[in-house]
């Protein structure tokens, strides 16, 4: 049962460059998000998608894009990389507009190192 | 906007100690409350959650009250094992129409044999 699949799991990019992170889930749920984490931050909400073809923004969007092209996969884009987003990145899952409840399953997270 | 705030960490405690963490919130309407937790280098998964004004949330030995007359939902452990070394993040949900999740700093917990 893979659930919430990330990678790569770890990355360090120059100021500049730009990167994907992936996202996989198999359990058919509709609402995926990516979140970051930062020390004494806790997590904060970059984007979200309650379904194929639908996102949104969240509290610290800027710099990221995202696509939601499957059910099962949502990637991360930085279009150009830097230090600011040096950072360890997660993805969630969960139940789609009806089911949604805010219980949500992570990934192992993704750490991102700008140099 | 929705807020959560809980007790600065890190916290330390022997094995078999009783353990508090406390979380307050800030949300308009009825919120959802959960706790979270992170044990080393892993994601973030669910420990206990509660829907409604004074609902329990329950699970491994962990329990959390929602508090509506003092905005709370406190975490609490009778007797903590060292397995249980992790951080724990409080968060809320505002419910119907909102999809994000809104997550306290997290406070790390440290149990000693």
């Known amino acids: 049962n893979a659930g919430v699949t990330q990678t790569p799991k770890f990355q360090v990019l120059k100021t500049g460059q730009s990167m994907t992170l992936q996202c996989a889930q198999d359990m058919n749920h509709e609402y995926m998000s990516w979140y970051r984490q930062d020390p004494g931050m806790g997590l904060r909400l970059i984007h979200y998608s309650v379904g194929a073809g639908i996102t949104d923004q969240g509290e610290v969007p800027n710099g990221y894009n995202v696509s939601r092209s499957t059910t099962e996969d949502f990637p991360l884009r930085l279009l150009s990389a830097a230090p600011s987003q040096t950072s360890v990145y997660f993805c969630?899952?969960?139940?789609?507009?009806?089911?949604?409840?805010?219980?949500?399953?992570f990934g192992e997270g993704s750490r991102l190192t700008v140099l | 906007g929705d807020s959560v705030t809980q007790m600065e960490g890190p916290v330390t405690l022997s094995e078999e100690a009783f353990l508090t963490i406390n979380c307050t919130y800030t949300?308009?309407?009825?919120?959802?409350l959960f706790w979270y937790v992170q044990y080393p280098g892993e994601g973030l998964q669910l420990l206990l959650k509660a829907t409604k004004a004074d609902d329990k949330g329950s699970n491994k030995g962990f329990e959390a009250t929602y508090r509506k007359e003092t905005t709370s939902f406190h975490l609490e452990k009778g007797s903590v094992q060292v397995s249980d070394s992790a951080v724990y993040f409080c968060?809320?949900?505002?419910?119907?129409?909102?999809?994000?999740?809104?997550f306290g700093k997290g406070t790390k917990l440290s149990v000693i044999p």
């Open positions: 968060a809320l949900s505002s419910g119907a129409g909102s999809y994000q999740l809104t």
């Open positions: 969630a899952s969960s139940y789609g507009i009806a089911g949604y409840t805010g219980e949500l399953f």
């Open positions: 949300a308009t309407g009825y919120p959802s």
